[in-house]
């Protein structure tokens, strides 16, 4: 096939690719990486792209597209590398630049901070711990799935002639007190050699999980290297790792990035099309995580420099049900398909040489079980994390809110868990000027009653491109608090004010003037940017409200709400419930708990007891499926209002 070559400006930065490629495959090869929430259908309007020189193949089977053309743009994924060379300029505003990733060093390590003194008290051992392992732990022992053990074995003679496999796993047992122990081939194989280097002394590396050990390494003498696990959040947006010293209990450090998914389409619906639809489908998304991982992993190491990849022998993870599916390169397939069945809930540790992770070839890698093909293990390391169902009285209620708004109940003992697909709106995708929390988003926003003047904040302190989440329900809440929209988001263009409008889309309100921006244009919130919002939220509490009434129970009837992940985590609580997406509870009931799913994930890799209460948890929980009966779609009908149909649930919001 014939090879063109693409020019990216300004990097200046070349690949090849064959003819019939889309510049935004070419912009993947050439690490670039450019918004695509709609997973390159042409509907989104996203990854908007202007040829500098070159001809190509353009698709302009869209209106957005149509659009673009009319402004001499083109987009990304329908524009064709055909019969030359091209160069194409990428404008600031279809770039993923760095994402806002939440990452804590130390885990809630202040005194007072509500979280820690509630877990504390939960387990009520406080003294029975070393503070740093407090904040990791939470009551479980430090006792890590992976442990270095110090062995002198007695050397072999005519009277002694047992084997020395047998002679290791005697030992071990003594020492471990674990009865249950084997040994692989590719140990086996430098056995003979490794015990005899330091005259019978070894270091031996084992696995233990569930009270059965496996030797993973044995080397000479006693070292005293440090033994290193990875924990990983594997979200849709966004990748944390945490890099944790196993035998001291300490987290060393941490990185995050945004996942380089995000070119196959900002939910796992298109992701999973993509896998389906496309030759390589499955094996280029599963790729695209590994990518990721090793690029965290990557920085993690250049940041310490006495750490080497060989030296971490054990990874945690921790993600929905289809990220872990598309991490361990299963098909997914059927998850979107009713009556929507994962191929497992569970899933087999594996080496990291199987899965191509740069740590120690031999690692073993383990993902966090998942309930159903909508709650995965991201919610179970969470719940892990918060202790629902070990409080003796009183009901508690775990919510992460993203493309899909997942729960659990957690009552005395019981478990009860849903999920509800509140859509990719709070992460920006289909909303005029959305975005994801990245340098230039605007993330608070305050509106003047009396003259509709606008200030805001942006991350970074940049001049604006965007809208991120906590921006846009900021602009929803203030935007219903001065009149600007009615309870139903239609907009009041009687209103006058220089910044409402009627753009081609309908009425608009602008936030930020172009002079004062970092796009060629002004960034605005059109009415159907607030109709995609108002579902969004109408979804994430009509999941909550379905919940509790098939439960027979109320919103008052919940002590304590816990807001996970980093969407979560910048959210101004009053405006949630300003605008009916959480109850309408007092303030001092939420408790922020950024990213429970690497946090539960590190809990995992440091005590065999977390993993296995891990296990029993997923196993525990009674799954809710909303699509069945009528019962959420009413409640989902009745929330598209700010703040709800029923005002009486929400006393203290003026409407």
Same mark, same amino acid.
């Given at each position: 096939?014939?090879?063109?070559?693409?020019?990216?400006?300004?990097e200046?930065?070349?690949?090849?690719?064959?003819?019939?490629?889309?510049?935004?495959?070419a912009?993947?090869?050439?690490?670039?990486e450019?918004?695509?929430?709609?997973?390159?259908?042409?509907?989104c309007g996203?990854?908007?792209?202007?040829?500098?020189?070159?001809k190509?193949?353009? $698709?302009v089977?869209?209106?957005?597209?149509?659009?673009?053309?009319?402004?001499?743009?083109s987009?990304?994924?329908?524009?064709?590398v055909?019969?030359?060379?091209?160069?194409v300029?990428i404008?600031?505003?279809?770039r993923?630049?760095?994402?806002?990733?939440?990452?804590?060093s130390n885990?809630?390590?202040?005194?007072?901070?509500?979280?820690?003194?509630?877990?504390?008290?939960?387990?009520?051992?406080?003294?029975l711990?070393?503070p740093?392992?407090?904040?990791?732990?939470?009551?479980?022992?430090l006792?890590?799935?992976?442990?270095?053990?110090?062995?002198?074995?007695?050397?072999?003679?005519? @009277?002694?002639?047992?084997?020395?496999?047998?002679?290791?796993?005697?030992a071990?047992?003594?020492?471990?007190n674990c009865h249950d122990?084997?040994?692989?081939?590719?140990?086996?194989?430098?056995?003979?050699e490794?015990?005899?280097?330091?005259?019978f002394?070894?270091t031996?590396?084992?696995?233990?999980?569930?009270?059965?050990?496996?030797?993973?390494n044995v080397?000479?003498?006693?070292?005293? +290297?440090?033994?290193?696990?990875?924990?990983?959040?594997?979200?849709?947006?966004?990748?944390?790792?945490?890099?944790l010293?196993?035998e001291?209990? +300490?987290?060393?450090?941490?990185?995050?990035t945004h996942?380089? @998914?995000?070119?196959?389409?900002?939910d796992?619906?298109?992701?999973?099309?993509?896998?389906?639809?496309?030759?390589?489908?499955?094996?280029e998304? $599963? @790729?695209?995580?590994?990518d990721?991982?090793?690029?965290?992993?990557?920085?993690?190491l250049?940041?310490?420099?006495?750490v080497n990849?060989?030296d971490i022998?054990?990874?945690?993870?921790?993600?929905?049900?289809? /990220?872990?599916?598309?991490?361990l390169?299963?098909?997914?397939?059927?998850?979107?398909?009713?009556?929507y069945?994962?191929?497992?809930?569970?899933?087999?540790?594996?080496?990291?040489?199987?899965?191509?992770?740069?740590?120690?070839?031999?690692?073993k890698? #383990?993902?966090?079980?998942?309930?159903?093909?909508?709650?995965?293990g991201?919610?179970?390391?969470?719940?892990?994390?918060?202790?629902?169902?070990h409080?003796e009285?009183?009901m508690s209620?775990?919510?992460?809110?993203?493309?899909?708004?997942?729960?659990?109940?957690?009552?005395?003992?019981?478990?009860?868990t849903?999920?509800?697909?509140?859509?990719?709106?709070?992460?920006?995708?289909?909303?005029s000027?959305g /975005? +994801?929390?990245?340098?230039?988003?605007?993330?608070?926003?305050?509106i003047?009653?009396d003259?509709?003047? =606008?200030s805001?904040?942006?991350?970074?302190?940049?001049?604006?491109?965007?809208?991120c989440?906590?921006g846009?329900?900021?602009?929803?809440?203030?935007?219903?608090?001065?009149?600007?929209?009615d309870r139903?988001?239609?907009?009041q263009?009687?209103?006058?004010?220089?910044? /409402?409008?009627?753009?081609?889309?309908?009425?608009?309100?602008?936030?930020?003037w172009?002079?004062?921006?970092?796009?060629?244009?002004?960034?605005?919130?059109?009415?159907?940017? =607030?109709k995609n919002?108002l579902?969004?939220?109408g979804?994430?509490f009509?999941?909550i409200?379905?919940?509790?009434?098939?439960?027979?129970?109320?919103?008052?009837?919940?002590?304590?709400? #816990?807001?996970?992940?980093?969407f979560?985590?910048?959210l101004?609580?009053?405006?949630?419930?300003?605008?009916?997406l959480?109850?309408d509870?007092?303030?001092d009931?939420?408790?922020?708990?950024?990213?429970?799913?690497?946090?539960?994930?590190?809990?995992?890799?440091l005590?065999?007891?977390?993993?296995?209460?891990?296990e029993?948890?997923?196993?525990?929980?009674?799954?809710?499926?909303?699509?069945?009966?009528?019962?959420? /779609?009413?409640?989902?009908?009745?929330?598209?209002?700010?703040?709800?149909?029923?005002?009486?649930?929400?006393?203290?919001?003026?409407?």
């Open positions: 096939m014939t090879k063109r070559s693409v020019q990216f400006l300004p200046g930065i070349t690949v090849e690719v064959d003819s019939g490629t889309t510049v935004l495959t912009a993947a090869l050439a690490n670039i450019v918004k695509a929430p709609c997973g390159g259908d042409g509907t996203k990854c908007a792209i202007l040829l500098k020189s070159g190509v193949k353009t $698709h089977g869209s209106v957005v597209a149509a659009k673009l053309q009319d402004h001499g743009l987009l990304a994924c329908q524009t064709i055909d019969e030359e060379d091209i160069v300029e404008p600031k505003v279809s993923l630049n760095k994402h806002q990733v939440l990452l804590e885990v809630m390590d202040k005194p007072g901070d509500p979280l820690r003194e509630y877990l504390l008290n939960v387990w009520q051992l406080r003294s711990l070393e740093e392992q407090q904040d990791l732990l939470y009551g479980f022992p006792k890590p799935l992976c442990r270095k053990v110090h062995l002198t074995l007695s050397p072999p003679n005519l @009277q002694d002639s047992i084997d020395d496999a047998n002679r290791l796993i005697l071990l047992k003594k020492e471990t122990i084997t040994i692989s081939l590719s140990v086996l194989k430098g056995l003979p490794a015990i005899r280097a330091e005259k002394k070894v031996v590396l084992m696995l233990e999980v569930n009270g059965k050990g496996e030797i993973v080397e000479p003498g006693h070292s005293r +290297r440090p033994v290193y696990g990875l924990a990983v959040d594997i979200g849709i947006t966004t990748v944390a790792a945490y890099l010293d196993l001291k209990g +300490r987290i060393v450090d941490t990185a995050g996942n380089s @998914q995000a070119r196959f389409g900002d796992v619906i298109s992701r999973i099309v993509h896998t389906v639809e496309e030759r390589d489908g499955l094996q998304v $599963h @790729q695209a995580i590994i990721t991982v090793n690029y965290l992993i990557r920085t993690l250049d940041k310490q420099k006495k990849e060989k022998w054990v990874v945690m993870t921790a993600g929905n049900t289809t /990220m872990a599916h598309l991490f390169g299963i098909s997914p397939k059927f998850i979107r398909l009713e009556p069945i994962p191929a497992a809930n569970a899933f087999p540790y594996v080496t990291a040489k199987e899965l191509g992770l740069r740590v120690c070839p031999d690692a890698v #383990f993902s966090f079980p998942a309930v159903a093909s909508y709650v995965g991201d919610i179970v390391s969470g719940t892990l994390m918060t202790k629902l169902g409080e009285d009183g209620l775990l919510i992460d809110i993203g493309t899909n708004g997942e729960m659990v109940l957690g009552l005395g003992d019981s478990l009860v849903c999920s509800c697909s509140a859509g990719p709106a709070f992460e920006g995708s289909g909303i000027y /975005m +994801r929390a990245m340098e230039g988003a605007i993330e608070r926003v305050e003047e009653k003259t509709y003047e =606008v805001y904040s942006t991350i970074s302190n940049a001049r604006p491109v965007g809208i989440g906590s846009l329900i900021d602009c929803l809440a203030k935007m219903r608090k001065t009149g600007i929209i139903a988001g239609k907009f263009t009687h209103i006058v004010t220089p910044r /409402m409008r009627v753009g081609d889309n309908g009425p608009e309100f602008v936030f930020a172009q002079t004062d921006a970092d796009v060629d244009s002004d960034i605005v919130v059109t009415e159907a940017d =607030v919002l579902r969004a939220k979804a994430v009509a999941g409200r379905t919940l509790l009434q098939t439960l027979g129970l109320q919103v008052e009837d919940i002590e304590r709400i #816990f807001v996970a992940g980093g979560g985590n910048y101004n609580i009053r405006d949630a419930i300003a605008i009916g959480l109850p509870l007092p303030a009931r939420y408790l922020f708990i950024g990213n429970s799913s690497v946090k539960g994930a590190c809990m995992a890799l005590s065999q007891s977390a993993w296995r209460e891990a029993e948890l997923a196993g525990k929980m009674t799954y809710i499926e909303l699509s069945v009966g009528n019962m959420f /779609m009413d409640e989902f009908i009745s929330a598209l209002f700010i703040p709800h149909t029923d005002l009486s649930l929400f006393p203290t919001v003026e409407c």
